[in-house]
């Protein structure tokens, strides 16, 4: 890195922070609803979260989603964010200034927001000035999105607290989410529903379970190039809740992270699930299905003694980007869709 561009960089973060405290000290007076708001929840609360350590005074009226994790986790609990930085966002709707059709524009969760939310752009690099614009009471988002530099950032804006799903799943960040909302018992409500309904879906699969125990998780977005070990993720955790064993890889992998179709085909497995998307076309919402088509295209792995019984299963990648207790109900319906049958 040349020293022109670090001074380059260091130069367009300072402009920024400058912009943002000039822009945070020139926010609007309260409205009635706010005021009456702080009034009415004068506790204050600390909130200790992956980035650090916040206080939020009252409850939060306006608020930002970084990611749909962070959506998925909000629209659980009832609220709705001011703005929201998706996941895979098109040219076109990059363009868009508000999510005018969320159903439509936000895959799985969209249908239950009725608010337009600001569109704040991609989630690796959400605008600045357009969170600022919206001089939120607090904004929400993931461990990672803080790095850089970019926490101190946020936090020049509005209380921030971030979260990383990798230490203890959304069953973790709903506890630190909900607490930033004023909405713990809520939260305490959505995993007790929520362990009720793995157990009745632990119940419905034990047949299938005992009959067929062993599981291969694998990820690709292109089945001639690259398939991957999915070990590691929502899909795999919710299985072994099922009590399914998952096939473990790392014995065949050596240093090359991906499976060759030569090694799948050594693999024993009563089932495999195919966590797809379409490399081709990362827009095309239904792409992930094209695998399901192109899968059995390929000799080696039509032939396989899985694939012969009807045992091969697939589901849609974009619901490893959403990960928080919607998703999860998502993933255990569509399990319980192709996984029932087999009884």
């Known amino acids: 890195m040349t020293a022109s561009y670090r001074i380059s960089k260091s130069f367009v973060l300072l402009f920024l922070m400058l912009w943002i405290s000039w822009s945070c000290s020139h926010r609007s007076p309260l409205s009635n609803q706010q ?22 005074c009252g409850q939060p009226l306006s608020i930002v989603a970084l990611s749909p994790y962070i959506l998925d986790i909000m629209l659980s609990l009832g609220v709705e964010p001011a703005g929201y930085a998706a996941a895979d966002l098109t040219g076109d709707l990059l363009r868009q200034p508000k999510f005018i059709n969320p159903e439509q524009q936000i895959s799985y969760i969209g249908n239950k927001l009725n608010s337009q939310p600001v569109n ?57 989410i909900s607490k930033s909302l004023n909405k713990q018992e809520l939260s305490h409500q959505i995993k007790a529903d929520y362990d009720a309904k ?54 065949v992998l050596s240093d090359n992270p991906a499976i060759s179709l030569e090694v799948l085909s050594q693999l024993d497995t009563d089932i495999i699930i195919i966590v797809a998307w379409n490399d081709a076309e990362k827009s095309d919402t239904q792409g992930w299905q094209k695998l399901q088509q192109e899968w ?22 974009r619901l490893s980007t959403i990960r928080g207790p919607l998703t999860a109900a998502a993933i255990l319906d569509s399990y319980l869709s192709f996984l029932t049958p087999l009884k």
């Open 296 to 317: 059995h295209n390929v000799p080696l792995l039509g032939q396989l003694p899985v694939s012969q019984a009807g045992r091969v299963f697939f589901v849609d990648a």
């Open 198 to 251: 793995i157990e009745t879906a632990h119940n419905q699969l034990a047949l299938v379970v005992r009959k067929y125990p062993r599981v291969l998780l694998i990820s690709s977005g292109n089945l001639s190039e690259a398939i991957y070990p999915y070990n590691d993720s929502e899909f795999s955790r919710l299985l072994e809740q099922l009590n399914f064993e998952l096939v473990n890889t790392e014995s």
């Open 120 to 176: 704040l752009g991609d989630r690796h690099s959400p605008s600045l000035e357009a969170i600022a614009q919206l001089q939120p009471d607090l904004i929400l988002g993931e461990e990672w999105q803080g790095t850089q530099g970019q926490y101190a950032l946020l936090s020049k804006i509005a209380p921030t607290v971030l979260v990383d799903d990798e230490k203890g799943g959304w069953e973790h960040n709903i506890e630190i």
């Open 35 to 56: 005021q009456n708001a702080v009034t009415t929840s004068p506790d204050c609360r600390s909130i200790n979260h992956d980035a650090g350590q916040t206080e939020i």
